[in-house]
Every structure is written in structure tokens, then in C-alpha cells.
């Protein structure tokens, strides 16, 4: 393999991991689909520690990473699944050094705990290419970042209602949100409360009442929407950071006989963006969704190609992303493919 010793251009930080460069793949280059393989003829090891598969965005992200390092471009990949346990991603990261791949490809639950396993990685000469989430560790022990800007996600919530509440001459009359979290600590957790609270800070009329974890999932999102719906008799808005958990509380919201989306007695604002929830967007069920773009396959492939031949690469890359509403959505929706 020519070039993991690549150096990684340290790119001024803004926040989480980093500025961001765009290498959206152009169609140019997309037409020379022969990819660089290792001097030897041998293919490109990558070993993927994927999170879990907790959520459609996470399949799609899953989906992405392995249309792109197939075997035809030269391409060995090894996937393994966490099932959301941090212990089990560092036991995939030791044994793919003890397996000697070329890359490995992590996608951290939370942003802490992974300082040493990543030492480990840089001892054996292994760069180590970050996707989706963050970590909060020093910015040599790995070589980059391709992911999403979650505390941007959080201001356009935040901006979004803040535009809604404009319109309808109520910004500064009492409003009370809860908030629906994603896994605690992690990069996309933090990103998008920390966002939203820097829009409703300007607001002493914007009352969080509670911020809870529903883990991603539908289940708990539902579990604990009810808990919020018992107890507060009054929640005009619900943040809730994935579409899967807007699911679990949209079922909450139905079975308390409430009406939710344009009109509706609670107002929802979801974030990912998948499909099904765009559906639930045209239909006017949810008010807004924030996109998560998923997609970063083509993204790493290019990363490694870059790294193959001995280019530097950035220290974070940025895929794009939109807000859906029901101005804009049907436009976009037949092009979603997940
Ligand atoms: C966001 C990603 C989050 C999605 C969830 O970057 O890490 O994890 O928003 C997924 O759907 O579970």
C-alpha cells in the first residue's frame, strides 16, 4: 500500500471535527470507475465498525458504505454490526489490526472512550477514517472525518421555528417544547441540542420543559413521548432528533386523541429525513424535517482512492444537506432511495 503515511492536512476546526472540504465525487471522474488498487495487485483492505442498525438512516448508511467499496473497485471490506455497544466496536477495531487491514472505517457511537484502541490503530500503522459521528479525542488518531454538521442541524431546527412562529404572529408568545434526544454523548446528540439552543436562547418565551433520551429508536421515542404527554397537558412543539423516534411519538400523540403537523396541536420537527417521513411531510403530519444526509460511501471511496496514490487528504468532509417542508418536499421525494 503506497500511501498511509498520506499526512492528513490539520484543517482549521469549527465545530465537532473540523472545517469541511467538499469532495462531492464530479461526474468526470466518476466515469473512471477502475480504482486505484495497491501496488501488488492486492485489494484494499477496509475494516467498517458500523454502530448498529437501529434506524433507517443507519441502514442507508450501512447500504452506502458497501455500494461503494465493493470488490469491483478493488475493495475488500469487512463489516461488523456493535448492536449500539461501544465495547463491541473496540473489539471489532482490535480485531481488525490483529487482521492487518489497510483502513478501518468507524462510525463511533459516542464521542469519548476511544483514545486508546485508536493509539493502538496509529501504532500498527492503520489510519483510521471516521464516518457519521465524531469523537472527542486529538485530531492525529485519525486521518479524517465524513460526516454531517448535527450542531447546524440543531440552528436550522431552531431557525425553522423561529421563521414558523414569525408567520403566524406568535414569536413572542409562550411556547413549550420538549425535546426528543438521540444517543447520549453522542456527536449527533450534542450537535443538534446544542444548535436548537442557540436559536431558543434568544428566547425567554420558548420553554423547554424536558430533554430526553429516546436512543434513536421508535420504541423509546414512543416511551418516552408518553412520558411527556403525562406529564405536561400543554407541549406545543416536539424536537425530536431522528425520524424514528418522531414515529414512536407520533403513535403517542394518536393514542392521547391529539393532532399533530400543520394545524395540528403539537408541531413536529424531526431530523434525517428518510422517505417515510417525508411522506408524513408532504402529508402535512410532520411540520419540518431536517436532512441527515446518510450517503457517504462514495464519499470514504474517494478518501482512500486519495490516500492509495499518496495525496493528502482534509481533516473533515462535509456531505450536503436540505430542510424539508411541505413547500418543497414532493419535488425531492421520488428521488429518495431510502
Ligand atoms: C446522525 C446519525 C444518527 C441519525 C440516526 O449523524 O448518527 O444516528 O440521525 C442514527 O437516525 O441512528
Redesign the pocket.
Known amino acids: 500500500m503506497v500511501a498511509a503515511l498520506a499526512a492528513a492536512m490539520a484543517a482549521v476546526f469549527l465545530w465537532g471535527c473540523g472545517a469541511f472540504q467538499d469532495i462531492r465525487p464530479q461526474a468526470e471522474e466518476a466515469a473512471d470507475e477502475r480504482i486505484y488498487i495497491q501496488d501488488n495487485g492486492e485489494m484494499v483492505i477496509v475494516g467498517f465498525s458500523q454502530i448498529g442498525s ?2 433507517i ?2 441502514t442507508a448508511n450501512t447500504n452506502s458504505i458497501q455500494r461503494a467499496l465493493t470488490k469491483e473497485r478493488g475493495y475488500f471490506l469487512i463489516t461488523d454490526n456493535a448492536r449500539q455497544k461501544q465495547e463491541n466496536q473496540i473489539k471489532a477495531i482490535r480485531r481488525y489490526i490483529s487482521q492487518r487491514v489497510d483502513y478501518i472505517v468507524l462510525s463511533p457511537i459516542t464521542e469519548s472512550g476511544w483514545d486508546t484502541v485508536l493509539e493502538e490503530a496509529r501504532e500498527a500503522g492503520i489510519p483510521v477514517i471516521l464516518a ?2 465524531c469523537v472527542d479525542a486529538d485530531a492525529s488518531l485519525y486521518t479524517t472525518w465524513v ?2 454538521d ?1 450542531f447546524q442541524e440543531g440552528e436550522k431546527a431552531g431557525r425553522w421555528l423561529e421563521e414558523n412562529l414569525k408567520e403566524k404572529n406568535r414569536l413572542y408568545e409562550d411556547i413549550n417544547i420538549v425535546i426528543l434526544q ?1 444517543t447520549p454523548g ?1 456527536s ?1 446528540e450534542r450537535g443538534r441540542t446544542e444548535g436548537f439552543a442557540s436559536v431558543a436562547s434568544r428566547y425567554g418565551n420558548w420553554h423547554i420543559l424536558d430533554c430526553q433520551s429516546g436512543d ?1 429508536t421508535t420504541a423509546k421515542g414512543k416511551e418516552i413521548m408518553e412520558q411527556f404527554l403525562a406529564s405536561y397537558p400543554d407541549i406545543d412543539v416536539v424536537v425530536s ?2 425520524d ?1 423516534m418522531t414515529f414512536g411519538a407520533m403513535e403517542a400523540i394518536a393514542e392521547a386523541g391529539l393532532t399533530m403537523g400543520v394545524g395540528g396541536d403539537i408541531a413536529l420537527i424531526s ?2 429525513a428518510v422517505k417515510e417521513a417525508l411522506e408524513l411531510v408532504r402529508k402535512g403530519k410532520i411540520n419540518v424535517d431536517i436532512e ?1 444526509n446518510p450517503e457517504q460511501g462514495e464519499y470514504i471511496h474517494r478518501v482512500i482512492q486519495k490516500l492509495e496514490q499518496g495525496l493528502a487528504v482534509e481533516k473533515a468532509y462535509e456531505v450536503e444537506e436540505m430542510v424539508f417542508t411541505y413547500r418543497n418536499v414532493t419535488e425531492y421525494l421520488d428521488k429518495r432511495t431510502y
Open positions: 437501529e434506524s438512516w443507519r457519521d459521528r460526516g454531517t448535527s438521540g453522542s449527533a434513536f432528533q431522528n424514528d431530523f434525517d441527515c
